[in-house]
C-alpha cells in the first residue's frame, strides 16, 4: 500500500522557476530511493533525477545545473527544484519510489499521479 501525492506543477514562463513536491505515505521512507520521470508528448519517459537514501543524487544531462532533487524524511516528501527553465521542459512529471542497485541504476517501483508542467510565454 504505497500513495505518491504530486503538487506544484503549473504555468510558467521561459528562464522561471517551479518547485515540485511529492508526498509519500508508506513507513520506512528512508530508506528507498525517490526520483522523478517525465514524459512529453512525442518523447520517451526521462528520468530526470533521483535521490538516494544516504542523500546521494543524480540527474540526466539535460537538467544539471538547473535542476535540483531533495528529501525531508521526516515529512516524508521528495521535492524536485527546477530553475532556468526552457520550453523542452515542457511535460508531465511523475515522482517514483524505487530502489538503487550497487551500479548506481535506479529501479522504479511506484508511482504518482503526474502533474503537468508547461514552459511558455
Known amino acids: 500500500q504505497v500513495q505518491l501525492v504530486e503538487s506544484g506543477g503549473g504555468l510558467v514562463q521561459p528562464g522561471g522557476s517551479l518547485r515540485l513536491s511529492c508526498a509519500a505515505s508508506?513507513?520506512?521512507?528512508?530508506?528507498?530511493?525517490m526520483g522523478w520521470y517525465r514524459q512529453a508528448p512525442g518523447k520517451q519517459r526521462e528520468l530526470v533525477a533521483f535521490?538516494?537514501?544516504?542523500?546521494?543524487?543524480n540527474y540526466a544531462d539535460s537538467v544539471k545545473g538547473r535542476f535540483t532533487i531533495s528529501r525531508d524524511n521526516a515529512e516524508k516528501t521528495v521535492y524536485l527544484q527546477m530553475n532556468s527553465l526552457k520550453p523542452e521542459d515542457t511535460a508531465v512529471y511523475y515522482c517514483n519510489q524505487g530502489t538503487t542497485n550497487s551500479d548506481n541504476h535506479y529501479t522504479p517501483h511506484y508511482w504518482g499521479q503526474g502533474t503537468q508542467v508547461t514552459v511558455s510565454s
Open positions: 508508506r513507513t520506512g521512507f528512508s530508506i528507498y530511493s
Open positions: 535521490i538516494t537514501g544516504t542523500f546521494r543524487t
